[in-house]
């Protein structure tokens, strides 16, 4: 379980990735004091020998962090950046059906750069193997951090508490 942080503006820290902490550091913000709790898990308690409390599903901190504006090159951020789509034969995919393919293959020395990595299936990757023969339809290139943050909210969030959709825009 976690719990999702908001920044003292009551926004999200952060959407890449979304700002979230497992139970037990929610704990210590709780008991350090450098959160707010907007919104409990009604049915989860967690106890020690002295005391008792709900475990927080929302917190806002109390001093306002700057948010970063920056994002790495990783295989859910270049699946994003694609849809989630096949650049080769425009199928959809998910994490579990999607690979990375080196447009210019890393065995004729290719990089892993924003402009050398695409989303394609498993059967286009296999097929494409290490030749330069099939082109993607759409040339990869490195977004902006607002074209993969306006990408994660087009896809929506898993909310483990339904009060994250307020804070999510998630309805």
Request: aromatic residues 12%.
């Amino acid at each position: 379980m976690t719990t999702l942080v908001l920044n003292a503006d009551a926004q999200p820290v952060s959407l890449l990735p979304l700002s979230i902490i497992d139970w037990q550091e929610a704990i210590r913000y709780l008991v350090l004091d450098k959160a707010s709790v907007m919104s409990w898990y009604d049915d989860w308690i967690v106890r020690s020998a002295s005391w008792e409390t709900r475990v927080p599903a929302v917190m806002m901190l109390r001093d306002y962090q700057k948010p970063k504006s920056t994002m790495r090159l990783s295989k859910r951020n270049v699946f994003l950046r694609d849809g989630y789509t096949c650049q080769y034969c425009g199928c959809d995919v998910n994490d579990q059906t999607a690979t990375l393919d080196h447009v210019f293959p890393t065995s004729q020395g290719g990089k892993s750069t924003w402009t050398n990595l695409s989303t394609a299936c498993k059967p286009c990757n296999y097929k494409k193997a290490a030749s330069t023969k099939m082109k993607p339809k759409t040339l990869p290139y490195k977004p902006d951090f607002w074209q993969l943050v306006n990408q994660r909210r087009h896809r929506g969030f898993h909310l483990a508490h339904p009060s994250w959709a307020d804070y999510l825009g998630s309805n």
